[in-house]
């Protein structure tokens, strides 16, 4: 994998992990029972409350999985990786309209995922 490639991979990354913790904390709110972070964890990873972030975590596994296997990594996977990412947050005619819908409540509601969707956005017009 080429420096270039692995730069813009990690900043891609390195968007959608910022994006995935502000909706996260976004969905949590002010919950008191999310004061425990252990609490919020075992939530994010079996309530219902939460399951509408799991293509957003999925992605994260597999692009970050694609990156550590340096000697296959190409910028097709990345261009993969970003057509997703672009998808989660309503770029091209099929997106995913249920994350969408969430994506969109929050950014109107937490300032924290608007700054993340900027820069995952800008991360993703310097992949094209």
């Known amino acids: 994998m080429s420096d270039d ?6 900043e891609l990354s390195t968007a959608l992990r910022d994006l995935h913790k502000a909706l996260i904390h976004a969905e949590a709110g002010d919950d008191p029972a999310y004061a425990n972070p252990y609490t919020l964890l075992f939530d994010v990873i079996g309530n219902p409350r939460f399951a509408w972030l ?23 996977i ?11 947050i309503g770029e091209g005619e099929d997106h995913d309209a249920p994350f ?16 993340a969707t900027g820069k995952l956005r800008a991360a993703l017009v310097r992949l094209t």
């Open 54 to 76: 799991e293509s957003l975590s999925q992605l994260i596994v597999v692009l970050d999985e694609a990156r550590a296997d340096k000697e296959n990594f190409s910028a097709e």
């Open 78 to 88: 990345l261009a993969d990786a970003a057509r997703s990412a672009g998808r989660l």
């Open 100 to 115: 969408r819908l969430r994506h969109l409540m929050a950014v109107q509601n937490a300032p924290d995922v608007a700054i």
């Open 5 to 10: 490639l692995a730069k813009r991979a990690a």
